[in-house]
């Protein structure tokens, strides 16, 4: 049951796509009051309550204990004390044995989650706007609590199977040469691969929809090239577009009053990499229809996917702050030994970029008419993902296509995927990449992934090989690297077999992991669950943070600490343990419920299926386009025959019935773990 | 078995007490080569080899996988990346069946430790001087190992009995008035406490000894009314000294030239707290003379206690920087529009502080000629140390005093302790403090603890709770946090009493961790170990990273993440769980040696003993003083009878003998798990 409160007058966020009629009664649960133009919610916490949700965010699966902030930011060092991320995902479930309560705050502005921080017995929901529209929705279940609320947000972005492929990915790989080179050494040495991503550096001047003639020569032409080696380019696209003259999407922009405007009804601008940039007003129709229509050039070139990013907005910063600045520090130089005063600069150029002041000096405009940016923040990433989702379905009609974002606000998970953003090569974001998974899926987001190896610093060969086991299962399977860090192609390390072996395990997996995925999204169901969702009656599997459900039957444990020589598992039913190596070089271990310490190498990873219940593997490829899923091998701990519907479709179609694509398969042979060959 | 290599002409550290020839051969293991006058050492790692040691550093009690560099700075964000802290204690074990290598490298400059970074298989020690003593170390096993060196660097230092008890601290102390109300509220609520430390607040403009008349009217009466209470007051002193004529630290220090020298002869000054600054030349044997006596006032007002603050020594910018850096960002305001200028700038502003440059534009004088800061760099901390405890014994002979540093060298374990320096209010550093443990233990640092309940940032009411259960174990228990954060006395927090609760535990178990301290350091053992230094051969035990063996027969496991119901423990051998809530509120649990998920209230944590092995607690107080050790109760899982050696003293005679106080106490009673009182 889904009820709906609506408090002033919100601005419509386009989340939502089933019209509710507002109750007119109080809240449930939640004690509301209103001060100083906001709207607090107040519930009361027992000591064990645990709160689900909220997307993308620091912290565990259990999100007690912190504040959160929705106000998307481009912020790259996710320590556990940050309240954003690049994305709002302001839908939360409060769980205890006697008590349910989904809850989605459909507010495009900041709103904040004080989640226990303050006091650990209670949680405070405030939104500044004070305009919103609030559901409450309670359902049984968690699993059914989430598929309501999924199914009042609309059924999620289905990415091309190619996309389910390997990616490499490197903010760096300047040109076509560059390109080659990589895609050679995979292909060279048998690493299976399906993508490459282009960071910024292949464009001029980092201005959008160009690239450079010297460093691509005939952009269609190496298209073409990579295509026959089975590689799709995935070039990227940011939100700012630069302020100069003869350059068509600035011109084009201006003439069609595409961009966000100041009080005085000039453009707002401010830097970002390609310097001065105006801000195309995704939140206007006719502003969304001009800038889709600007990726025709490059998918008419044969382009397929696209990942678009500093759509928060980032900004370096406004003309307007940096010049405060200055003057500020004019007045500092003659105050040289005032320690106080060089700080207070300091802290005035950190806090140049995405300023609040900033955001609030522009407005869109909207059917709503014209409103402040601040009020609708959160909205501008996933409406710039909206306007390129629209260009590029009107160029490629009826087909799927690969596009993520780093910004997101719930409503685009309808368009495209979401990466987490901007990670470090940190063991700990191991950890919060899966953490952030389940979350992410309630919301929709079920195409997303973590840039695997770390993007800022350094990586090393252990993390980037644990990184790669993680990703295994991911559904977007990315390496990527910040320019200046070290290269980390996996090529590049000693153990460069070993990595790719567990490559070669995501493509053995991958027309079930496709399966479960596809099934997931067309019901409006997870992919990735916390265990609690599956056995909400075990307190143990309650609290479990480093462990996940997969698909209809499967669990994912990784590892995610230097040096260790295995991990603690625990089993909420029997399952069986396939301990990976390589796509042909595993071990089957049955294991009982409870808690188990398993052993795995550096190069060991595993995966958990319930008993009686298939996994299925290919015969693998280099690239989706190799596989062949004609004849697998099913994998289980059986105690009789089993049967698993298998997901299979073109890959490609942008409107899959479920029904016709599921295709039936029996599993049987003798009681015990087995190997069973399907054709 | 110790043998010494002499590298160029070493200076003298003082870290080692044992004269030794070094050898003519070459050096066992490790291929030696130099290059650029830097002297570098190899050594190929086998896939099991672990790596203990490096004192205070980040990641985990194995430092294999990340380059570390000894290069003591204040740095405040202790991330997994960071390659150097507060101190370096140039200390490693090289472990794998079979071989065991210790290693100590003797050299006060730039160090770095490359452990299978660049590449898992080869650890890379490069040494910038070149200059250095190295000592290899063989002796059977770790636990012998580890003796024999810290007999090669001399006995720890002892602090009083007092300092095992509860202190409170905060940086914003800034009157009696506010001392006093934090006692108060103590006192009246019970909560045990034993000491309050002031931070800068308590000075006059932050100038190294003295303090606000305004603020502490009558000193000495002050002190003599806390200690009524049973309170030590413990007043900070940093390392820099204003740059004030008329100042007399100032005055005497300049008319002794005890300051560190510039190139052309004059005083080196760097803006510190106070502003600009001098900084004694704690290198030189007249100035720790004239350093220590500065300490004798406060000594003669009742002070019985310090901590060394800012001495790596931390500088916030020199003014010739400082002025290079206003003359960029004059050049960079007529250039607005260039981000990569403004980014530059914001870097030169963050360089500002502890910059290489500055450490390389300074000398000191010593017995062996005039030396440069960044050649002996990392002794700075340790020699203020040195002075310090000079001082202080000068003026209370025969007695000990409490002190703690927040820089150290090899060498300072002997003048006192350290704390783990400005960490934050992160679950992470719950873990990253207790993994700190073992490696300052190994260089002797016995005496030692972090901030509990985090320095910087907001701490919540679970975060301090699951510190303060570390804390209980920690020699050092002291709750710090920084000026403009939350206020972490626990009063402040619902749960007050629950936490008031752990602390009577630390004051229950005091008599007996005071005893398992004293042990360890009068035999220069480890008063906290890995679990592989007691079980070598058990290959499950040679990795846990979130376990500590505790003196002679106890473990701890503390809980150190968010929401965690309970947690996992590897039980090497059969062992007994008190699971306390509080000094008089504990369950008994037996427990097989193996793996066990055991659960754990937020207000509930565990120390594990032996089996056949007896914990002591006594009946507890609300001060060291008023603690009553005359009567223990024994809690043990015993098969018969067993003898403890319980270390007793006055707490504050310098030179104890270990036998002269010990008292053996038998433990008999029925089989099984027990509490038995004696007396």
Redesign the interface.
């Known amino acids: 049951m889904i009820r709906k409160y609506t408090f002033g007058k919100p601005f419509p966020t386009g989340a939502v796509v089933r019209e509710l009629k507002a109750e007119t009664g109080p809240v449930p649960y939640f004690r509301v009051s209103r001060e100083e133009g906001r709207v607090i919610l107040r519930l009361d916490l027992s000591?064990e309550e645990?709160i689900f949700g909220l997307g993308e965010s620091v912290?565990?699966i259990?999100k007690?204990?912190?504040t959160y902030r929705s106000w998307n930011m481009d912020i790259t060092n996710h320590?556990?004390?940050k309240a954003s991320l690049y994305g709002s995902h302001n839908f939360l479930l409060f769980y205890r044995p006697d008590r349910m309560i989904g809850l989605y705050v459909d507010d495009p502005g900041l709103v904040s989650f004080d989640l226990?921080?303050t006091?650990?017995?209670e949680a405070v929901i405030t939104s500044e706007n004070g305009d919103l529209d609030l559901y409450v929705i309670e359902n049984g279940s968690l699993k059914e609590t989430v598929r309501e609320f999924r199914e009042l947000i609309g059924r999620s972005y289905l990415p091309p199977r190619w996309a389910f492929g390997y990616i490499q990915s490197r903010w760096g790989y300047t040109g076509e040469e560059n390109v080659r080179a990589v895609v050679k050494s995979h292909r060279e040495k048998h690493i299976p691969l399906d993508g490459v991503c282009l960071d910024i550096d292949y464009m001029v001047d980092f201005k959008n929809f160009t690239w450079k003639p010297s460093a691509f020569p005939d952009w269609k032409r190496f298209n073409e090239e990579m295509k026959r080696e089975h590689i799709r380019l995935i070039p990227i696209i940011d939100a700012g577009i630069k302020q100069e003259k003869g350059y068509e999407p600035y011109d084009t922009g201006l003439a069609r009053d595409a961009f966000c405007r100041k009080e005085d009804g000039t453009p707002f601008t401010a830097?970002v990499w390609p310097?001065?940039c105006c801000f195309p007003d995704f939140l206007n129709a006719d502003a969304r229809k001009w800038f889709g229509d600007l990726y025709r050039p490059l998918l008419e070139e044969g382009v397929e996917g696209f990942w678009n990013d500093m759509n928060e907005p980032s900004l370096?910063?406004s003309?307007e702050a940096?010049?405060d600045c200055?003057r500020q520090?004019?007045e500092?130089?003659e105050r040289?030994?005032d320690?106080q005063g060089?700080w207070s600069?300091?802290s005035s150029?950190?806090g140049?970029a995405n300023s609040g002041k900033d955001f609030r000096s522009f407005y869109h405009r909207t059917e709503q008419g014209r409103i402040r940016h601040d009020r609708v923040h959160n909205l501008y990433g996933a409406k710039m993902v909206q306007a390129s989702a629209e260009g590029i379905r009107r160029c490629l009609p009826g087909r799927r296509y690969l596009l993520f974002s780093r910004s997101s606000f719930t409503g685009s998970h309808r368009d495209g995927g979401i990466w987490q953003g901007d990670n470090?090569?940190?063991?700990?974001h191991i950890r919060l990449a899966m953490q952030m998974m389940p979350g992410l899926n309630m919301c929709g987001y079920l195409f997303s992934g973590c840039d695997l190896g770390g993007f800022a610093?350094?990586t090393?060969?252990?993390?980037l090989a644990r990184f790669l086991q993680l990703g295994v299962f991911l559904p977007l399977m990315r390496n990527h690297s910040a320019l200046y860090t070290r290269e980390q192609e996996i090529y590049r390390f000693?153990?460069w077999e070993k990595m790719r072996d567990t490559i070669t395990v995501r493509y053995a997996l991958l027309p079930f992991l496709y399966s479960e995925f596809m099934k997931a999204a067309l019901r409006n169901e997870m992919y990735f669950r916390p265990l609690a969702f599956d056995y909400p009656e075990d307190?143990?599997a309650l609290?479990v943070?480093d462990q996940l459900m997969l698909g209809e039957d499967c669990m994912i444990a990784p590892i995610y600490?230097?040096?260790?020589?295995g991990r603690?598992v625990?089993l909420p039913e029997d399952m069986l343990m396939i301990r990976f190596r390589a796509a042909g070089d595993y071990d089957l271990i049955p294991l009982e419920k409870g808690?188990?310490?398993l052993e795995f190498g550096?190069h060991e990873f595993p995966l958990f299926v319930r008993k009686n219940r298939p996994a299925l593997l290919c015969a693998g490829g280099e690239s989706t386009d190799e596989l062949d899923d004609t004849s697998l091998t099913a994998l289980g701990w059986m105690e009789g025959a089993a049967e698993y519907d298998l997901y299979r479709d073109d890959g490609l179609q942008a409107e899959p019935k479920l029904e016709e694509h599921l295709n039936r398969i029996r599993v049987e042979g003798k009681p015990g773990v087995f190997r069973y060959t399907l054709s």
Not at 424 to 428: A, H, I, M, R
Not at 460 to 463: Q, S
């Open positions: 000591p645990i912290r565990g259990n007690r204990g912190h320590t556990e004390d226990g921080e006091r650990l017995s830097a310097g001065l370096f910063y003309p940096l010049r200055y520090a004019l500092q130089c040289v030994n320690y060089m600069l300091k150029l950190d140049l470090y090569s940190w063991w700990e610093l350094n090393t060969e252990d993390l000693d153990s307190s143990r609290r943070e600490e230097q040096n260790a020589g603690y625990y808690d188990h310490y550096l």
